[in-house]
């Protein structure tokens, strides 16, 4: 399994910022980093999806960057499929009212997993 670094995502945010006129800075980058790296632990994320819900929920929930968070889970996540040669169709596009309902705690973490799972099962990946 591959994983992102801290450095990855902070510039995957600054490319998502450069379509805005927002300046960009990390508000909470311990947290983005501590929970990079608690991903990397099987015994509490043991699958790819597990992985995947926890990195998009607390990208979208902690806040680490000043702003632009819902659209940097949505760009990391996905870079994160990807990596690990993970193709969801419209990805991107599917997330984004997500996201929105993430943020504003009308769906919980489990939640998320379930919409995971209902589209891995739709493109037959294995989780």
Do not use: G
């Not at 801290?6 to 980093?33: A, D, F, G």
């Amino acid at each position: 399994m591959k994983y992102l670094s801290l450095e990855y995502v902070i510039t995957i945010h600054e490319v998502v910022l450069k379509s805005s006129s927002w300046l960009s800075w990390i508000i909470n980058k311990w947290q983005l980093e501590s929970m990079l790296e608690h991903i990397k632990n099987s015994d509490y994320y043991p699958s790819v999806l597990e992985k995947l819900t926890h990195l998009f929920f607390w990208i979208t929930q902690f806040h680490c960057f000043n702003d632009w968070n819902k659209r940097t889970a949505i760009v990391v996540t996905y870079s994160y499929l990807v990596m690990n040669q993970i193709f969801i169709e419209d990805y991107i596009v599917k997330m984004e009212d997500i996201a929105v309902w993430v943020a504003k705690w009308e769906i919980t973490k489990e939640d998320l997993k379930k919409i995971f799972k209902s589209m891995f099962i739709s493109f037959n990946i294995e989780f």
